[in-house]
């Protein structure tokens, strides 16, 4: 464990053009492993996530199990299954419903033997249909926009082999994402669906993200691509041994489906309703960044298999604003947040600096966090902690999407660290410098 750093240098700060008081946050999550955190966390993969030991570093500073956490903007849920496997009780929300599938999945999950019973259970109903199933698939990959009940884009009906194919159309259909297990289920497949190892049910793309379809259907075209052939439920049995892994989380958890502008309320309704502390200790979020990432655009292939509609999440998610209507929308979270908050909560922003848009310079990126401080968080009556500089983080998933360019797009994280009240941002200073204990799993004693 190393001991939290000396405030940055006033040379330094100003290199880094920071006009708010400096906050001494060391970042130590930098130093974990890839994976470490509960073995829920890499179900799938989901673009602009932040690592399980960030959320970490914030949730053993400012909570203490049995508080609520909350993440406005979820993600694939990754602050809300750290809180959970910590003890708090993690709430997540999102307005994409593939991030609330991901998130829901990770905080109701099914326990171990209900995954494998109904994975039984596919299985059998399989073996009885797969003849039915086998012609279905045959005649949608050699028309799909004959295919019935409804056409398949010719770029899912090049990604797999026949029989692969066979078992996820079975799949797709005996899965209901209502309910808990088998959503679950989905989950874990959306996860394995696209990936250049054996773990994997196509190899046409990378893990990370879809490719753009008509690249895709020109790259299959082009090379006589064919998927190996691959049995969806011997990938689902050994994704779930991987993610069960670690124990099921301890707290509690919820997912939420909705715009961030009224998840305050709303999570405080939920928790109510299930007897839970009401207010948030601790929140801790990465909101949309400016125009980076498309998430509806760059995952069609998990959309189709799970139902959903790219476009329409694009259309729907806050992604697309320039600054001024993005502070707006922020103040508006922020507005809505507040009473979420309890006395002494803390309100962990993390954000980066956006000086390029898939290689293009865009001027109202810089001075990101400065501007959500003045414009949306002061005006609210938030209290200012201060401001923490990861500056040398990598965004692999970004500069593998848009290039070398696009991965310097947010290379200075800014950790904007705000309070409900005069208490909270003492809580948040004090807390700052305290050692955190990076064991995992966590010693028994420290939940
Ligand atoms: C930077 S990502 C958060 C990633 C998350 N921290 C994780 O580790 O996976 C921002 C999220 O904001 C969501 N989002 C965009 N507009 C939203 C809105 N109006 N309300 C709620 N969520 C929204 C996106 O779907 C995306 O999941």
Known sequence: MSPPSAQPSTARQLELGLGLPSLAIEPEWKAQQRLWGHSFHPMSSYLASFPAALAHAFIARYSRPGDAVLDPFSGRGTAPLQAAAEGRVGVGNDLNPFAYLLT?????????????????????????????????ADASQADPAGARPFPIPEEVAVAFHRRTFAQLLFTQSALDLEARVDRFLAAALAGVLHGKSPSYLSTLMPNTFSMAPRYVREYAAKTGFSSPERDVFECLAAKLDRLYRSPLPRGAGMALLGDARDAGARAMAALHERRLPERARLIVTSPPYLRVVKYGYYNWLRHWFLGLDSRAIDATLDDAHRRTPYLVFLREVLRDLLPALAEDGVAVLVGGDVAT?????????????????????????????????????????????????????????????????????RRAVAGAGLPVDWTWPPRLRSL
């Open 104 to 136: 829901a999945a990770k905080l109701e999950p099914a326990n171990p033997a209900e995954a494998r019973t109904r994975l039984t259970a596919l299985r059998l109903a399989w073996a009885a249909s797969a003849d039915d199933w086998q012609a279905r």
């Open 357 to 425: 848009d898939r290689g293009r310079k865009i001027p109202d990126g810089l001075g990101l966090a400065e501007r959500v401080w003045e414009e949306a968080a002061a005006p609210e009556g938030y209290h200012l902690a201060g401001i923490a500089v990861d500056d040398v983080h990598a965004h692999r998933k970004m500069t593998k999407l848009w290039g070398a360019e696009a991965g310097r797009a947010t290379q200075v994280d800014r950790i904007l660290v705000l309070a409900a009240s005069e208490s909270g941002r």
